[in-house]
């Protein structure tokens, strides 16, 4: 669905305090005449994945715009990320740091974790460039010993990784350098699929986690379950939603 009519969508109906499911299509039938009603019922599916709608009951809808999840890139970051940009200009990547979690945690972590992932055939140049230059300790595809004995030791790791393809990720612009950080849905999986290593942000911090980021951003469901199923945790993040989370994602899961 182009963008503009999603914007056009949103200043027509966003006043209301709702509208019909007879209004949304008229409001598409002046931009695709010959829409049917099978099409429109994917237009309503594609809307609701996107959390630009949401259903109030049935055939009765309400905007639900929510601001995209943008968080602050530390100092650090942004030297790390420079780093990878001047040495592996044309490899795919994505940065990021457990830091950003304590918006949606209930209570605050001490520790830090910088993530790295990149395309699997720069990750071993790029770990041994950092070695020469980064005083963290960086740990290269840590299995569960390493997690276990060292990263949990450690007051603030750089964990270098394999970016998995078509991973959600999007490009930022800070103090002149241009990097890639993961969205929020890819963030959200990767605390759900790496348990072990995100060891002190399960149970009930999971839980609100993604209660809050649900509740304050704009979460692409169609992505975030697209990326979960290629982690080959779909239907188990969609268990833990209904589970635990059921009157956010009740007319996203359904």
């Known amino acids: 669905m182009p963008k503009i009519i ?36 994917w237009r309503i599916f594609e809307l609701k994945g996107k959390n630009l709608i949401r259903p ?42 457990t830091e950003w979690l304590n918006e949606f945690s209930q209570h605050q972590a001490s520790r830090r974790i910088i993530l790295i992932e990149i395309e699997k055939d720069f990750i071993e140049s790029l770990y041994y460039d950092l070695k020469d230059t980064s005083r963290n300790e960086l740990y290269l595809n840590p299995d ?21 393809t078509r991973s959600p990720i999007a490009r930022r612009s800070e103090k002149r350098v241009n990097f ?20 002190y942000l399960q149970g009930s911090e999971l839980m609100h986690i993604y209660e809050n980021a649900i509740s304050n951003y704009a979460i692409n469901f169609t992505k975030l379950f697209s990326y979960a199923k290629r982690r080959e945790r779909e239907q188990d993040i969609k268990q833990f939603m209904t589970n635990h989370m059921y009157h956010l994602v009740k007319d996203i899961i359904e």
């Open 6 to 41: 999603e914007n056009r969508l949103i200043e027509e109906f966003k006043d209301r305090e709702y509208f019909t499911r007879k209004d949304l299509f008229e409001f598409y039938r002046y931009f695709e005449p010959d829409l049917k009603e099978g099409t429109f019922g």
């Open 180 to 199: 890639y950080t993961p969205l929020l849905e890819k963030i959200l999986v990767d605390l759900f699929a790496e348990e072990r290593l995100f060891y």
């Open 144 to 164: 569960n010993k390493s997690i276990d004995f060292y990263i949990a030791e450690s007051d603030y790791p750089v964990i270098i990784k394999k970016l998995i």
């Open 56 to 97: 109030l009951k049935r055939g009765l809808y309400v905007i639900s715009y929510k601001p995209k999840y943008k968080p602050e890139i530390s100092p650090e970051l942004i030297k790390l990320a420079k780093r990878i940009t001047d040495k592996f200009e044309d490899a795919k990547h994505c940065i990021w740091e």
